[in-house]
């Protein structure tokens, strides 16, 4: 059972390069979501998605993009790489809130560098 | 809006001590209120829960209490041990909110 699933681990990006972070997840999971994290700042919301065709802008949507086509991948895109973009980006997943709900599955994250 | 403090990091103990990482919350309603670990490299990993007032949750030997009058859900350990070394996050999900949010995170980190 992988969970969720994000490539690259790393990647060092030049000022203005565009990207796309990879994310699935195998476990039927309905809603995803991307977080950065910053040093001492804890994590903040960029973009999820409630399921197939719906996304939703989190506390730090700018300069970021999401598709969510099928119910497994939730990619990120950064059109034009800026320094500040510089973090490590987790994606995590979670099913429909019913009864028990154990929050989210996380995957292990990417590492991103703009220079 | 819903809110998590956390106490200001980092820790550092020596092994076998007595751990407490404090969290409040701000929150309309109930919340459920959540304990994530970050090992180094790694993402999240969920340690414990609780949904209701007074409820304990429990993992690995850690423990946290939901108390609703003091909107608060501190972390305990009896006796750290190096492995526990890692950055602790608490969260809190509002009612049926499909959304966590999140502390600043506490580092902790234990010396043999």
């Known amino acids: 059972n992988a969970g969720v699933t994000q490539t690259p681990k790393f990647r060092i990006l030049k000022i203005g390069q565009s990207m796309t972070l990879q994310c699935t997840q195998d476990m039927n999971h309905n809603y995803m979501y991307w977080y950065r994290q910053d040093p001492g700042m804890g994590l903040k919301l960029i973009y999820y998605?409630?399921?197939?065709?719906?996304?939703d802008k989190g506390e730090v949507p700018n300069g970021y993009n999401v598709s969510r086509s099928t119910t497994e991948d939730f990619p990120l895109r950064l059109e034009l790489a800026a320094p500040s973009q510089t973090s490590v980006y987790f994606c995590a997943s979670s099913p429909y809130r019913q009864g028990e709900w154990d929050g989210y599955t996380f995957g292990s994250g990417t590492r991103l560098t703009v220079v | 809006g819903n809110s998590v403090t956390q106490m200001e990091g980092p820790v550092t103990l020596s092994e076998e001590a007595f751990l407490t990482i404090n969290c409040t919350y701000t929150?309309?309603?109930?919340?459920?209120l959540f304990w994530y670990v970050q090992y180094p490299g790694e993402g999240l990993q969920l340690l414990l829960k609780?949904?209701?007032?007074?409820d304990k949750g429990s993992n690995k030997g850690f423990e946290a209490t939901y108390r609703k009058e003091t909107t608060s859900f501190h972390l305990e350990k009896g006796s750290v041990q190096v492995s526990d070394s890692a950055v602790y996050f608490c969260a809190l999900s509002g009612g049926s909110n499909y959304k966590l949010t999140f502390g600043k995170g506490t580092l902790l980190t234990v010396n043999p």
């Open positions: 929150a309309t309603g109930y919340p459920s």
């Open positions: 998605s409630v399921g197939a065709g719906i996304t």
């Open positions: 609780a949904t209701k007032a007074d």
